[in-house]
Protein backbone atom coordinates (compact mmCIF):
# COMPACT_ATOMS: atom_id res chain seq x y z
CA UNK A 1 0.00 0.00 0.00
CA UNK A 2 1.68 3.54 -0.81
CA UNK A 3 0.82 6.93 0.87
CA UNK A 4 -0.45 9.43 -0.85
CA UNK A 5 2.19 11.35 -0.38
CA UNK A 6 5.17 12.60 -2.95
CA UNK A 7 7.47 14.99 -3.66
CA UNK A 8 8.01 16.99 -7.33
CA UNK A 9 11.48 17.87 -8.66
CA UNK A 10 12.63 19.67 -11.43
CA UNK A 11 15.85 18.97 -12.91
CA UNK A 12 17.07 16.32 -10.56
CA UNK A 13 20.90 16.01 -10.20
CA UNK A 14 21.44 12.51 -11.22
CA UNK A 15 18.98 12.62 -13.90
CA UNK A 16 18.77 14.29 -17.53
CA UNK A 17 17.66 17.81 -18.23
CA UNK A 18 14.02 17.95 -18.41
CA UNK A 19 13.23 14.65 -16.95
CA UNK A 20 10.27 14.14 -14.06
CA UNK A 21 11.18 12.95 -10.65
CA UNK A 22 8.03 11.50 -7.86
CA UNK A 23 9.12 10.07 -4.71
CA UNK A 24 7.28 7.41 -3.32
CA UNK A 25 6.85 6.34 -0.16
CA UNK A 26 5.81 3.18 1.54
CA UNK A 27 5.59 2.07 4.89
CA UNK A 28 8.89 0.26 5.00
CA UNK A 29 10.81 1.48 1.91
CA UNK A 30 11.39 4.53 -0.55
CA UNK A 31 12.06 4.30 -3.89
CA UNK A 32 12.68 7.46 -6.64
CA UNK A 33 10.95 6.76 -10.01
CA UNK A 34 11.96 9.33 -12.84
CA UNK A 35 10.58 9.33 -16.53
CA UNK A 36 10.60 11.57 -19.51
CA UNK A 37 8.27 13.80 -20.19
CA UNK A 38 7.68 12.31 -24.07
CA UNK A 39 6.92 8.82 -22.27
CA UNK A 40 2.94 8.41 -22.65
CA UNK A 41 1.28 5.18 -22.08
CA UNK A 42 1.25 2.47 -19.46
CA UNK A 43 4.64 2.81 -16.63
CA UNK A 44 5.87 0.23 -14.91
CA UNK A 45 5.59 0.14 -11.09
CA UNK A 46 8.14 -1.33 -9.00
CA UNK A 47 6.50 -1.48 -4.98
CA UNK A 48 7.95 -2.51 -1.54
CA UNK A 49 11.88 -3.63 -2.34
CA UNK A 50 13.39 -5.81 0.05
CA UNK A 51 16.76 -6.83 1.10
CA UNK A 52 17.21 -10.87 1.77
CA UNK A 53 19.78 -12.18 3.65
CA UNK A 54 22.81 -11.37 1.34
CA UNK A 55 21.87 -7.83 1.15
CA UNK A 56 20.45 -7.91 -2.03
CA UNK A 57 17.50 -5.90 -3.49
CA UNK A 58 14.81 -8.27 -4.28
CA UNK A 59 11.62 -6.61 -6.18
CA UNK A 60 8.85 -6.94 -8.91
CA UNK A 61 7.89 -5.31 -11.54
CA UNK A 62 3.97 -4.99 -12.10
CA UNK A 63 2.37 -4.84 -14.09
CA UNK A 64 5.33 -5.60 -16.68
CA UNK A 65 5.50 -1.96 -18.62
CA UNK A 66 3.76 -2.10 -22.27
CA UNK A 67 5.10 1.02 -23.34
CA UNK A 68 7.31 3.67 -21.69
CA UNK A 69 10.80 3.69 -19.85
CA UNK A 70 11.27 4.41 -16.36
CA UNK A 71 14.10 4.79 -13.46
CA UNK A 72 14.35 3.12 -10.13
CA UNK A 73 16.81 4.53 -7.81
CA UNK A 74 18.12 2.73 -4.46
CA UNK A 75 18.93 4.81 -1.70
CA UNK A 76 22.97 3.85 -2.48
CA UNK A 77 22.61 4.90 -5.33
CA UNK A 78 22.36 1.44 -7.42
CA UNK A 79 19.50 1.68 -9.68
CA UNK A 80 17.56 -0.05 -12.43
CA UNK A 81 16.61 1.04 -16.01
CA UNK A 82 13.16 -0.38 -17.17
CA UNK A 83 12.09 0.15 -21.07
CA UNK A 84 8.59 -1.41 -22.42
CA UNK A 85 6.81 -1.51 -25.66
CA UNK A 86 4.31 -3.67 -27.64
CA UNK A 87 0.79 -5.28 -26.10
CA UNK A 88 0.14 -8.46 -25.74
CA UNK A 89 0.40 -11.67 -23.68
CA UNK A 90 3.86 -13.19 -24.16
CA UNK A 91 7.19 -11.25 -23.43
CA UNK A 92 10.74 -11.26 -24.88
CA UNK A 93 13.01 -9.89 -21.53
CA UNK A 94 16.39 -8.99 -22.10
CA UNK A 95 18.73 -7.57 -19.82
CA UNK A 96 22.00 -5.15 -20.16
CA UNK A 97 25.00 -5.38 -19.64
CA UNK A 98 25.03 -9.18 -19.09
CA UNK A 99 22.12 -11.72 -18.65
CA UNK A 100 20.78 -12.00 -15.02
CA UNK A 101 18.41 -14.45 -12.93
CA UNK A 102 15.08 -13.72 -12.90
CA UNK A 103 11.25 -14.97 -13.52
CA UNK A 104 9.00 -14.05 -15.64
CA UNK A 105 5.02 -14.03 -14.23
CA UNK A 106 3.13 -14.37 -17.58
CA UNK A 107 -0.37 -14.39 -15.43
CA UNK A 108 0.18 -11.52 -13.81
CA UNK A 109 2.53 -9.78 -16.29
CA UNK A 110 5.26 -9.52 -13.11
CA UNK A 111 9.30 -9.29 -13.51
CA UNK A 112 10.92 -10.97 -10.57
CA UNK A 113 14.53 -9.59 -10.01
CA UNK A 114 17.45 -9.76 -7.51
CA UNK A 115 19.59 -6.85 -7.77
CA UNK A 116 23.34 -7.15 -5.88
CA UNK A 117 24.15 -3.27 -4.85
CA UNK A 118 26.17 -1.05 -6.89
CA UNK A 119 25.15 -3.43 -9.96
CA UNK A 120 22.76 -0.77 -12.52
CA UNK A 121 21.18 -2.63 -14.88
CA UNK A 122 18.92 -1.97 -18.08
CA UNK A 123 15.73 -4.31 -18.91
CA UNK A 124 14.06 -4.19 -21.56
CA UNK A 125 11.01 -5.99 -21.86
CA UNK A 126 8.85 -6.98 -25.41
CA UNK A 127 5.54 -7.53 -25.19
CA UNK A 128 3.26 -8.94 -28.21
CA UNK A 129 1.23 -11.60 -30.04
CA UNK A 130 2.70 -14.76 -31.29
CA UNK A 131 4.03 -13.62 -34.75
CA UNK A 132 5.35 -10.27 -33.88
CA UNK A 133 7.47 -11.67 -30.98
CA UNK A 134 8.19 -14.48 -33.90
CA UNK A 135 9.40 -12.03 -36.41
CA UNK A 136 11.46 -10.52 -34.34
CA UNK A 137 13.18 -13.44 -32.92
CA UNK A 138 13.16 -14.72 -36.28
CA UNK A 139 15.33 -11.41 -37.08
CA UNK A 140 18.17 -11.90 -34.52
CA UNK A 141 18.93 -15.08 -35.62
CA UNK A 142 19.31 -13.78 -39.04
CA UNK A 143 21.48 -10.93 -37.63
CA UNK A 144 23.52 -13.96 -35.64
CA UNK A 145 24.58 -15.93 -38.45
CA UNK A 146 24.57 -13.88 -41.63
CA UNK A 147 24.99 -10.68 -39.90
CA UNK A 148 28.70 -8.86 -39.19
CA UNK A 149 30.27 -7.74 -35.42
CA UNK A 150 29.83 -3.90 -35.43
CA UNK A 151 30.72 -1.70 -32.73
CA UNK A 152 28.43 1.24 -32.02
CA UNK A 153 30.20 4.51 -31.15
CA UNK A 154 28.87 7.78 -29.60
CA UNK A 155 30.12 11.02 -29.17
CA UNK A 156 31.94 12.31 -26.32
CA UNK A 157 33.61 15.15 -24.63
CA UNK A 158 37.16 13.96 -23.92
CA UNK A 159 38.60 16.90 -22.69
CA UNK A 160 39.97 20.86 -24.38
CA UNK A 161 42.96 22.18 -26.59
CA UNK A 162 45.12 24.83 -25.33
CA UNK A 163 42.73 27.32 -26.15
CA UNK A 164 39.89 26.18 -24.12
CA UNK A 165 37.56 24.59 -27.00
CA UNK A 166 36.34 21.18 -25.89
CA UNK A 167 37.63 18.10 -27.95
CA UNK A 168 35.49 15.70 -28.49
CA UNK A 169 35.99 11.96 -29.53
CA UNK A 170 33.92 8.87 -30.57
CA UNK A 171 34.02 5.90 -28.10
CA UNK A 172 32.90 2.28 -28.29
CA UNK A 173 29.26 2.13 -26.70
CA UNK A 174 28.27 -1.41 -27.67
CA UNK A 175 29.76 -4.43 -29.44
CA UNK A 176 26.88 -5.80 -31.57
CA UNK A 177 25.66 -8.19 -34.68
CA UNK A 178 24.39 -6.12 -37.46
CA UNK A 179 23.23 -6.83 -41.25
CA UNK A 180 25.92 -3.97 -43.16
CA UNK A 181 23.78 -3.76 -46.72
CA UNK A 182 26.54 -1.25 -49.14
CA UNK A 183 24.42 1.03 -51.41
CA UNK A 184 24.76 0.16 -55.57
CA UNK A 185 22.78 3.17 -56.71
CA UNK A 186 19.90 1.48 -57.62
CA UNK A 187 17.84 1.89 -54.28
CA UNK A 188 14.99 4.32 -53.10
CA UNK A 189 17.10 6.02 -50.75
CA UNK A 190 20.27 6.80 -53.32
CA UNK A 191 17.25 7.80 -55.71
CA UNK A 192 16.30 10.26 -53.29
CA UNK A 193 19.39 11.67 -52.54
CA UNK A 194 19.42 11.04 -49.32
CA UNK A 195 22.95 7.86 -49.17
CA UNK A 196 25.29 7.85 -52.19
CA UNK A 197 27.35 5.16 -53.64
CA UNK A 198 29.00 3.52 -51.02
CA UNK A 199 26.83 4.62 -48.14
CA UNK A 200 24.89 1.54 -46.58
CA UNK A 201 21.78 0.39 -44.70
CA UNK A 202 22.06 -1.39 -41.69
CA UNK A 203 19.44 -3.46 -39.91
CA UNK A 204 20.02 -3.61 -36.04
CA UNK A 205 18.07 -5.64 -33.52
CA UNK A 206 15.77 -4.36 -31.68
CA UNK A 207 17.90 -3.77 -28.44
CA UNK A 208 20.61 -2.00 -29.78
CA UNK A 209 22.10 1.06 -28.92
CA UNK A 210 22.37 2.59 -32.56
CA UNK A 211 20.58 6.05 -32.30
CA UNK A 212 20.74 9.22 -35.18
CA UNK A 213 24.14 10.67 -35.17
CA UNK A 214 26.22 7.78 -33.64
CA UNK A 215 28.75 5.99 -35.22
CA UNK A 216 28.77 2.57 -36.96
CA UNK A 217 32.45 1.04 -36.98
CA UNK A 218 33.12 -2.42 -39.27
CA UNK A 219 35.87 -4.34 -40.17
CA UNK A 220 36.69 -1.99 -42.79
CA UNK A 221 34.26 1.11 -42.38
CA UNK A 222 33.05 3.58 -40.04
CA UNK A 223 29.89 4.68 -41.04
CA UNK A 224 27.80 7.44 -39.17
CA UNK A 225 23.82 7.10 -38.84
CA UNK A 226 21.85 10.00 -40.33
CA UNK A 227 18.34 8.37 -39.70
CA UNK A 228 17.07 5.77 -37.48
CA UNK A 229 13.77 3.94 -38.14
CA UNK A 230 12.20 1.37 -36.06
CA UNK A 231 10.53 -1.48 -38.17
CA UNK A 232 7.66 -2.73 -36.16
CA UNK A 233 4.85 -5.35 -36.66
CA UNK A 234 1.73 -5.43 -34.31
CA UNK A 235 3.14 -2.57 -32.25
CA UNK A 236 6.22 -4.28 -31.51
CA UNK A 237 9.78 -3.29 -33.05
CA UNK A 238 11.45 -6.29 -35.43
CA UNK A 239 14.63 -4.48 -35.92
CA UNK A 240 16.14 -0.93 -36.59
CA UNK A 241 16.97 0.62 -39.50
CA UNK A 242 19.42 2.84 -40.21
CA UNK A 243 20.67 4.72 -43.05
CA UNK A 244 24.61 5.15 -42.69
CA UNK A 245 26.55 7.16 -44.51
CA UNK A 246 30.88 6.53 -44.61
CA UNK A 247 33.02 8.87 -43.17
CA UNK A 248 36.23 9.67 -45.21
Do not use: C
Not at 173 to 182: D, L, Q, Y
Not at 215 to 222: E, P, Q
Amino acid sequence: MLYSRFKHISNYPKLQTGERVKQYETSLTQTIFAWSHAVSGSLARLFDWTKDADGNYVFSISPAPEVGKFKAVFPDGTSITVSGEGNGSRAIVTVKPYVKAYTWDGDLRKLNVTLKPDEDLEFDVAMGGYFGLAERGAFNRKADLYGEKVEVQKKVLVGSDEFGNPVYDYVTFSVENAIIKALKGTEDVVKAGLLAVGDALGHFKADSDIDKNYRVKTANTIYEAISVEKIRNQGLTIYIEAGLRRVV
